[in-house]
């Protein structure tokens, strides 16, 4: 079955195909390490991790860098504000992102570049787009002149009839009514504070986009597969990444690219004055597990506006709920009963996953058939219908796509022994008739996330979510 992806730049579904046939080279715009990643930043990460299993679970290999901007305007200021190195201030929100990835169950890609470490690149980038033309300089000052790449506007459908000859804009930042010579690298001034680099051109600092051509570059290559992002990538930042990139090439820069929509919460924009503006943290704070929040960013197709919301989260949790109860009932199932419909509901519902998930990423319709196939197991357990190898078989199903969707509720080894150890104590004092000790431990494990169930074989338990 071919993959199709919608493409920004042609406004179409297009067939993948990776350029080194197996091998899928992948950029992701990363995070601005100035402040704790928000809800809708990982909106766009869960996307391209969705992204990423998927091309991993139909035989491709996948080479992935997200780079981590720690040098921008934003960095700067908030360092200087703070009064600590920009080092220093970038490390803590780097190694919280890192954090919150593992949270939400987000494969590590291959490389995570830092743009304090690429200086050298990005020079050699600007060298090229001034041999070539594209690049001039204004008091110590590089910019990019837009008008000499044709070409330019193309990714976000710019009108370029209104554009001003020789408007220059500094601004890492700015809106499409602003469009203008762009900064590559920027001339010190006392509001850098201590933050510079001396270089063939000079005392300064690169400017945000050219960061990410360099550092894509140079570990996918002049030319890639895909590069991802959310819209408001779009413009200025990918369509100056395109400018740069095969100003200073000559070469196409990337075949297919993808954007992730907005997140929107409870109907409006998310904002601080709005008091509707969350980070992970926030929501892990609320007594929400990080996988509830993972279900919910994914669970909307990645080209429709999210509205999050709370109800959203609960509803998102009884889904888990419904996956992992479906799971671990089907570990513990000993019938042997036998009707062959087994076999087809599995192989119903692998074919409609991937199929789904061939048409742009579907994950609406790839979710309805995994619901639908529970559905249809849970009935034939009931009616005792399902015999050993095919309960077998329905468990391999159901690890085949949790490599895609990563729902299932993880059970940490280390803890294990310290609840059985529990549920022990419990079972003796229940049978030496001190029913309070046996009520205060089921207390215990609550508040611990573990729920217990009393059966004629034993109590059982699992983690709630």
Known sequence: MALKLFNTMTRSKDEFHPLEPGHVRMYTCGPTVHDFAHIGNFRAYTFEDLLRRFLKFKGYKVTQVMNLTDIDDKTIKKSIAQNVSLRDYTAVYKKAFFEDLDRLGIERAEFYPEATTHIPEMVDIVKKLLARGYAYEVGGNYYYSIAKFRNYGNLSHLDMSGLKAGARVAADEYEKESVSDF???????????DVFWETELGKGRPGWHLECSAMSMKYLGETFDIHTGG?????????NEIAQSE????????NLWLHCEHLIVEGRKMAKSFKNFYTLRDI???GYP????????????????????????????????RYNDFYSNLLDYGGEGASGEAGEYIDKMLLGFETALDDDLNISQALGEVFDFIRDINRLKA????????RNRALSAMDRIESVLNFRVKKEETSET?????????AEAKKNRNFAEADRIRLELFKMGIILEDTPSGTKWKRKL
Not at 383 to 390: A, R, T, V, Y
Request: no cysteine.
């Open 183 to 193: 900064a590559l690298w920027k001339a010190w001034d006392e509001n850098d504070g």
């Open 231 to 239: 819209v408001d990538n779009m413009f200025p930042h990918h369509e």
């Open 247 to 254: 100003g200073a090439s000559g070469k196409k820069f990337v």
């Open 284 to 286: 892990l704070e609320k």
């Open 290 to 321: 990080s996988i509830a929040v993972r279900y919910l960013l994914l669970a909307t197709h990645y080209r429709q506006q999210l509205n999050f919301t709370f109800e959203g989260l609960d509803a998102a949790r009884n889904g888990l709920v």
């Open 383 to 390: 009616e005792n219908k399902l015999s050993g190898d095919e």
């Open 418 to 426: 310290g609840i059985e150890a529990l549920i022990q104590k419990r």
